[in-house]
Structure formats: structure tokens, C-alpha cells
């Protein structure tokens, strides 16, 4: 264990500064950025040479140093937000409960309040860009017929509406990276230069910028036209402004169809939500990049920061990711260090570099496969009971999801009871107190949203049916549904169950859910697809994983002169094995099949919904790397009978 000062190395010597190389950048992009905007917002067609001159000499005024000093206030803000609230592993609600949960979360709270003050910021220097009636909140008027006529301060609201919208824009902004994920940072598969991919995105961020300033405009007018009296009121009172009574109301139907105030208004919005992408942008493609981790080294004062430590480490998870990457890349790309990982320590000759990797990277697909186990038993739990294997050769429930062929899965066996885990799957009952967890998706029949089809089938038979006391058919009858039915004390205790006219009937409860509770009911079920995805979303380092396991065997057949990944070699291949079964299962789900559409219309990386399809052919095509380097050799390697009809599909190129 190593001290909190070793461990948060990374932070402060990479991490960190990486985050103010993308930020310098940003700030040094501001100046082409605002002058883009200035010819924007004062260019005219009409008069180009006049409004050219115009643009140049303002651009050198004092209050335009003043806004642009102020915008790289902003930005500065923008890259340490990212820098706070960054993640590389993406939080995905399962319920709109879970996620309504994390829109009002105190840390979300303070983020939005962030964005809206950073949003009124760039709205009043934008406003001071474009000049003329956006300039200032306060203007003189006239107030009053003749001769009584009195000049007055009256408030301006095209300057008004303009910092509200910047602030409307700050918190729709906010909110929606926290649906689409925005702080999310994914790794490229293909390696590339810095300005590479800077370049290959900025026309992405023009489109997304313009697309989300024009939704954000159409949303702020709507709320404006209902709301606006009530900000602009209040701002009357506080700095003791009048309504001009001769100019048209903004807040109508006529005032906010001006095309003119849409226009600055969208060109304003897209600067904001440009300014602030082009910062997210450059902070994803620093933190990204590959860092090279030595594999050993002669001080002991560096050796926390060797790759074999470096793996074990639980926090930070980006320094996590970047050692499994480092990892990937070595042992593909870099023979020499390969034999690093090869070599054996002295004195000793013991293969520590190996050891140390090989096991982290197994644990990490042996977590992997445990959740995928524990989520399809409770799957199945849900629909039917989980069964077991009989004999005196009776193995354990973990060896049985392991190794079970579906001519296992179709022969008859006792069932067994397994409870729903309430962090997987949480789901509170409102008629009757005393009813199992069970899974989302079991029906309420006490439910005024059950058919009536499905209570006649689940209801008991009545005794003077012709049906009662016989034989029932299938193909005569349908049997109430045995998919979502829990099993019973009598299942579980090994007695044979009640006959119809041995149970009685239970009681219709006259206590009737309300509407709300009905509501919150619904809104807390699981959503399969987010689910599935949740399960899934820190693959890209079992991806790693797999990469750098696989190729390293593979140059160990040639590369390895000590042996020392031989003796790992059988698990290894049954930790494959394992997880290539367990996936398998998964993707027998009928939600987990199904690939998503990765939406392209804002910021937010989407990459996350298709790991679980990454995974999968990164699994199959280890194993085939594996078994075509070594070949029959395998042949040699001790496991178990399940493992080697296995292996032999992949030889036999049959999987």
C-alpha cells in the first residue's frame, strides 16, 4: 500500500498539467474565436467596407480588451469544471428515478449554478460586441404626454433578454451533460497526433454548437414568452428602472418574432456553446493521451510509478486506464519492452513483471465475469427459478454458470430459490406489503394497468369447472404463465405443490395505490437497454485487457525464452473460456442483442452504448490469436473437458 502522496503522483505531475495545456490552448483560440463573432454579429452586406473598418477598430478598443480578458476568465472556469467533474468511466441511470436523482444532486446544483453565472458573463460581453440596443440594461426615456414629460431611466430589454438567454443556455447546457454524459471521456481506438484529431472534430463542434444554440433559442423563447415579466419585473425593482411604455414589449408574440433579436440571439448562444466545446474538446484529446509507463526501473524511489504497480492501483481511475492502454500498446508495438515483461528478477529469477500484470489483468476479466453471472442469474431468477446440476458429482453454483452446456440447460433439475439483490434490481410493491423483490418487469396484478387477460389466466380454477381436478393439456388450455412466477415456499421445501382447491383464494385488499405512488412506481423500473449498458460501462478496460493478455502470449511463443507465461497459459485460456460463455448468455438477452443508435447531436460521447459489442468480438478474436499462434499445441495445456470441447471450436474455427 502505497502513501497518498505516491498514489495522487499522476494527478498532479500528468493529469494536471495537461488540463493547462488545454486550457492555454482554449484561451489562445479565444482571440480568432471573438473575432469570427464580432464579424458576425456587425458585418453588413449592404455597407461591407463600412462595417469592416467598424469590426477592426473595435476590436482594438478598451472594452473589447475587457470583454476578451473576461471570456478567458471564463474559460479558465470551463477547463477546471472539466477537470472536476471528468470521468472515464460514464454514469448511466437505470431508472429515470436514478437519473431525476442525479439532475438534483447538491453537486449537480452547484455545476448548473456555475454555467448560469458563466453564462451571463459571455451573454453581457456579447452584448457589448454587438452594441447598439443590446448595450446597456438602462436607457433614458420619456415618460408621461406634453408638457409633463419628465427623462427617465427606463430598462432595456433587448440588453434583458440577451443575459437571460446566456443564462438559459448555461443550465440547459448543464443539464444535458449530465442526460447525454458529456463529462465523459473515451479513449480513440486508433492513435493519432493531437491536431489530428483536433482537426478531424472542429467541424463536428461547429455543427453541434449551431444546432444546440438554435434548440436552446426556441426553448428560451417559450419560457420567456410565459416568464418573462416575472425577471423583468423584478429587475425594475431592484435597480429602480421603468418600462418604457412607447416601445413594444418583448415578451409577445410580436416582440420576440423579430428576426434581428433571433439572429444575435442564436450567434450569441453558439459563441457560448462553441467557446465552451472547444475547451471540453481539447481537454478530452490531453487527458487521452497515451503515457508510457516504465515496466521496471533501478530506484526504488520510482518504482511506484513502474507499470506493474501502477496497474494495481484502484484510484484515480484514469491512471487505471492509461497503464491498461500502456499495457495494449507494449505488447503489440514494443519488442524490447516485452522482454521486460519476459525477464526474470535478480537475484531470484523470478518473473515479477509477469506476474504482476497477468494477475491484474485476470482479476479484472474474473470481476467481470462474476457480474455478468450474478446479473443473468438474477435475470433468470426473475423469470424462472435458477437450477442446478444433480448427481453426486454435484458442483458449485458458479462452476455450473461456467461450465454449462445447453444440453445441461435443457434436462430437468430442482429448482432453487434465489432472491433478487436489491442494488441490482430495486423495486418497492405499494399493495401489499409483504410481496418479494422481484424483478422490474414482473406484472401487478392488483395493478389497474393489468389486463384482464392475464388475470383470468393467473386466477385460480374455479371448482365447478370441467377442467378442475384433470390433466390439463397445453395444447388444449394455456397454463397460467410460469415466466414471472416466484417460486414458492412448497418448491423451495421440496413438497409437491397445492392443488387449486387447497389454496384458497387471497383477498381482494380494498386499500387502492394512489396515482403518485402509481407514478413513482413506474418511473423506478430498470430500463433494460441502461441496464445492459451499466454492466458494461467500464469495458474498454477489459478490452485492454484482453489485447495485451493476447498479444502477449502471442509473442511469447517466440519471444519467451524463460517460459514464464507457460505456466499462466492454462488460465489464462479458462479465464477466457469462462467469460467468452458468460457474454454469450448475456447477448442471449433479448435487450442486450439489440445495438443502440448512437445519436451525433450533441457533445456527449455515446461510445459507452457499444462497448458490450466491442467486448464481444475483442473476446473472440483473443482466443483466435491465441489458438492460431499455438495450434495443436494446446492440446498439451491441462483443463477442464468443458474448456477443451471449447478450445476445440476455436481450432477447428467452428466459434
Not at 187 to 205: C, D, E, I, N
Not at 255 to 268: A, K, N, P, V
Request: net charge positive.
Amino acid at each position: 500500500m502505497f502513501s497518498t502522496e505516491q498514489s495522487c503522483w499522476f494527478i498532479r505531475k500528468v493529469v494536471c498539467w495537461r488540463a493547462v495545456a488545454s486550457i492555454a490552448w482554449a484561451v489562445l483560440l479565444l482571440l480568432p474565436i471573438t473575432a469570427i463573432f464580432v464579424i458576425l454579429s456587425r458585418f453588413s452586406l449592404l455597407h461591407p467596407i463600412q462595417t469592416s473598418s467598424e469590426c477592426l477598430s473595435f476590436l482594438t478598443c478598451a472594452s473589447a480588451i475587457f470583454s476578451l480578458i473576461l471570456m478567458c476568465g471564463v474559460i479558465i472556469m470551463v477547463g477546471f469544471l472539466n477537470l472536476e467533474y471528468y470521468t472515464v468511466i460514464p454514469t448511466i441511470a437505470c431508472s429515470k428515478m436514478a437519473l431525476l436523482g442525479q439532475l438534483l444532486h447538491p453537486r449537480q446544483f452547484v455545476n448548473s449554478l456555475a454555467h448560469c453565472i458563466m453564462g451571463i458573463i459571455v451573454a453581457w460581453c456579447c452584448a457589448g460586441t454587438i452594441g447598439g440596443r443590446y448595450e446597456t440594461i438602462g436607457s433614458p426615456c420619456t415618460q408621461g404626454d406634453g408638457t409633463d414629460s419628465s427623462p427617465q431611466m427606463c430598462l432595456n430589454e433587448y440588453h434583458l433578454i440577451l443575459l437571460l438567454a446566456g443564462a438559459f443556455v448555461g443550465f440547459s447546457h448543464s443539464l444535458l451533460g449530465v442526460i447525454s454524459n458529456i463529462n465523459y471521456v473515451s479513449f480513440h481506438t486508433v492513435q493519432q497526433y493531437k491536431y489530428l484529431r483536433f482537426k478531424g472534430s472542429l467541424s463536428f463542434v461547429v455543427k453541434c454548437s449551431a444546432a444546440q444554440a438554435l434548440y436552446s433559442v426556441r426553448n428560451y423563447i417559450v419560457v420567456y414568452f410565459f416568464l418573462g415579466y416575472i425577471p423583468k419585473a423584478w429587475i425594475c425593482k431592484t435597480l429602480n428602472l421603468h418600462l418604457n411604455s412607447s416601445v413594444h414589449p418583448l415578451d409577445s408574440i410580436a416582440g420576440l418574432l423579430d428576426l434581428s433579436l433571433l439572429y444575435h440571439q442564436w450567434i450569441s448562444a453558439g459563441f457560448l456553446l462553441f467557446t465552451w466545446n472547444i475547451t471540453l474538446l481539447l481537454f478530452r484529446i490531453f487527458v487521452t493521451e497515451v503515457y508510457s509507463f516504465p515496466v521496471q526501473s533501478s530506484f526504488t524511489e520510482e518504482a511506484h510509478q513502474c507499470l506493474p504497480k501502477v496497474l494495481t492501483d484502484k484510484q484515480p481511475m484514469i491512471l487505471k486506464f492509461l497503464a491498461l492502454q500502456d499495457v495494449a500498446l507494449l505488447s503489440q508495438q514494443s519488442p524490447s519492452r516485452r522482454c521486460e515483461v519476459f525477464s526474470l528478477s535478480q537475484p531470484g529469477g523470478h518473473p515479477h513483471n509477469w506476474n504482476a500484470i497477468s494477475k491484474e489483468c485476470l482479476s479484472l476479466l474474473t470481476d467481470l465475469t462474476q457480474r455478468l453471472v450474478a446479473y443473468h442469474d438474477t435475470v433468470a431468477t426473475n423469470g424462472r427459478a435458477k437450477s442446478l446440476s444433480t448427481g453426486s458429482d454435484r458442483k458449485t453454483s458458479s462452476e455450473t454458470s461456467f461450465t454449462s452446456t445447453p444440453e445441461d440447460l435443457m434436462s430437468p433439475r430442482p429448482t432453487l430459490l434465489l432472491r433478487t439483490p436489491a442494488s441490482v434490481f430495486a423495486r418497492s410493491f405499494v399493495g401489499n406489503p409483504h410481496s418479494p423483490l422481484t424483478a422490474p418487469f414482473t406484472p401487478d396484478l392488483d395493478s389497474p394497468f393489468s389486463s384482464p387477460a392475464l388475470r383470468r389466466l393467473t386466477a385460480p380454477l374455479d371448482q365447478c369447472s370441467p377442467w378442475f381436478g384433470m390433466v390439463q393439456s397445453p395444447h388444449i388450455m394455456r397454463r397460467a404463465p410460469k415466466l414471472w412466477s416466484t417460486p414458492t415456499d412448497s418448491e423451495v421445501n421440496g413438497s409437491p405443490p397445492a392443488s387449486p382447491a387447497s389454496v384458497p383464494s387471497p383477498k381482494q385488499e380494498s386499500f387502492k395505490p394512489s396515482r403518485l405512488a402509481l407514478f413513482l412506481q413506474n418511473r423506478k423500473e430498470q430500463l433494460p437497454e441502461a441496464s445492459s449498458q451499466a454492466l458494461f460501462a467500464d469495458s474498454q478496460a477489459h478490452i485492454w485487457a484482453l489485447e495485451g493478455l493476447s498479444y502477449l502470449v502471442q509473442a511469447s511463443f517466440s519471444e519467451d525464452q524463460f517460459g514464464v507465461v507457460q505456466t499462466t497459459l492454462p488460465s489464462i485460456l479458462g479465464c477466457m473460456l469462462v467469460l467468452q460463455e458468460a457474454v454469450d448468455r448475456h447477448f442471449k438477452l433479448p435487450h442486450a442483442s439489440s445495438k443502440p443508435v448512437r445519436s451525433a447531436s450533441g457533445m456527449g460521447d455515446s461510445a459507452y452504448k457499444t462497448l458490450r459489442f466491442a467486448l464481444r468480438a475483442t473476446l473472440k478474436t483473443a482466443i483466435y490469436r491465441i489458438t492460431t499462434t499455438f495450434g495443436n499445441h494446446l492440446n498439451a495445456v491441462q483443463m477442464s473437458a468443458e474448456h477443451r470441447k471449447r478450445l476445440q471450436q476455436f481450432l477447428e474455427y467452428k466459434e
